[in-house]
């Protein structure tokens, strides 16, 4: 999770990624500083070193066809402790992956048959004041429960999460409450554009009528 943190703080920020998931924000700064920690630093190295080698192995076994999951998975059977993200990490480092089969995790669905808005946007996101361009993002992470989902609402002015959800199950109803925790924080602003992508959960009829 931390790891998640610090590759979206830049876009996001430290403090409204804390806020969402939940945790608290003190937790990840004394994550950091506990790996900025000399001694703490020589034993997570050591740790990633001996992970190192066994995910090299199991990838080596599957002749270069398992990616982060499997090698995960294959892990966790093994009886090995180690996070997803670390596994990707470390994979990363190692420059090695899995054969990639077309078949990501779907976070939106697209339909055909459904209703689309127009596309106001045109892909320029830039905006000259707030609220004149909110763009839905979606994102999830897997905890130790399973998949949560987050849905924000951005101000492409601000860059600053004006709403957002967070949901075990990917629907229509978390995206449609993030919206409307934008609109009532933001005094239900006029004309202002709203962005999303085209799956399923942002093509529903509550959704485009809202």
């Not at 830049?10 to 700064?29: F, K």
């Not at 270069?64 to 596994?87: D, F, M, N, P, S």
């Not at 989902?149 to 957002?164: E, K, L, P, Q």
């Amino acid at each position: 999770m931390v790891d998640f943190i610090h590759n979206h703080k830049d876009l996001y920020g430290v403090e409204a990624i804390c806020r969402i998931l939940p945790i608290a924000t003190s937790t990840y700064y004394r994550t950091l500083d506990l790996a900025d920690n000399p001694e703490h630093r020589a034993k997570r190295d050591l740790h990633d070193l001996h992970h190192a080698e066994q995910i090299k192995r199991i990838w080596q076994e599957s002749s270069g066809r398992y990616g982060v999951r499997k090698v995960w998975q294959k892990l966790k059977r093994e009886g090995y402790i180690v996070a997803r993200c670390t596994v990707a990490r470390l994979m990363q480092q190692l420059g090695i992956q899995g054969v990639w089969r077309g078949k990501n995790k779907q976070t939106t669905r697209s339909r055909d048959d459904q209703k689309r808005a127009a596309d106001l946007v045109k892909r320029n996101f830039s905006a000259d004041h707030p609220d004149q361009l909110w763009v839905a993002d979606f994102t999830y992470i897997q905890t130790h429960s399973g998949w949560v989902y987050t849905a924000f609402m951005i101000d492409v002015f601000s860059r600053a999460i004006v709403g957002w959800k967070v949901s075990t199950r990917m629907n229509t109803d978390m995206v449609l409450d993030a919206l409307e925790q934008a609109l009532h924080a933001r005094g239900m602003p006029k004309n202002v554009i709203h962005h999303s992508d085209r799956g399923v959960q942002y093509l529903s009829i509550r959704y485009t009528h809202r």
